[in-house]
């Protein structure tokens, strides 16, 4: 299995542009997140699937879209990018969206910069 | 807001087991207690996780109290590659938007030759 995978690992965007960073896991797991995390802080959810079809938002949704097609994407689109949005993202995902065995995996990260 | 209080920093020698505390004095019956380090801006990776017996992995040990308002995290014998920063987190067992995993600032662990 590959995991959890995520395209571009880079990515330098000029306020306004649109773009959409990649995720995707081979375990067939229901359960799948986007965190953003910036310098010196903890990881903040932005919006989260329980299973195909299916979104909710996290902490912090705003200028940010997801869809779940299949179970095994989960791109998540930003619509009109802001220097705000320089972070790092992290897409996870889960066996279950609920019970007591939730360990998460987590890809290696899309680094952004928004100038 | 995470539910979860952890010492900004820790040092350990190398060798030496590393106990990382958490406060959770607001859990719910309902509520693990997971731990997950992140290893220099890497994907944060799974450690253990546990709901009020102590649980031990080839990886940790997490010790609950009984009142479960606080837990730690052992690492044994803490090598140059458990230099990390540390995330307790409280999770919902029914899942839902409590169910998510909500990370707070961690722990930032230092372990030192």
């Known amino acids: 299995n590959a995991g959890v995978t995520q395209t571009p690992k880079f990515q330098v965007l000029k306020t306004g542009q649109s773009m959409t960073l990649q995720c995707a896991q081979d375990m067939n797991h229901e359960y799948m997140s986007w965190y953003r995390q910036d310098p010196g802080m903890g990881l903040r959810l932005i919006h989260y699937s329980v299973g195909a079809g299916i979104t909710d938002q996290g902490e912090v949704p705003n200028g940010y879209n997801v869809s779940r097609s299949t179970t095994e994407d989960f791109p998540l689109r930003l619509l009109s990018a802001a220097p705000s949005q320089t972070s790092v993202y992290f897409c996870a995902s889960s066996r279950q969206a609920s019970g007591s065995s939730y360990e998460q995996y987590f890809g290696p990260g899309t680094r952004l910069t928004v100038t | 807001d995470a539910k979860t209080t952890q010492p900004p920093s820790m040092d350990c020698a190398e060798g030496r087991a590393a106990n990382l505390p958490c406060n959770h004095s607001?859990?719910?019956?309902?509520?693990?207690v997971y731990w997950y380090r992140q290893i220099h801006s890497q994907g944060p990776q799974y450690i253990i996780h546990g709901l009020k017996n102590n649980e031990t992995n080839e990886m940790a040990s997490l010790i609950i109290t009984e009142d479960r308002k606080s837990s730690t995290l052992i690492l044994p014998h803490a090598t140059l590659r458990d230099t990390a920063v540390y995330y307790c987190i409280v999770r919902d067992y029914y899942g839902g938007s409590q169910g998510n995993l909500i990370f707070g600032k961690g722990t930032k662990l230092s372990v030192k030759p």
């Open positions: 607001t859990i719910s019956g309902n509520e693990y």
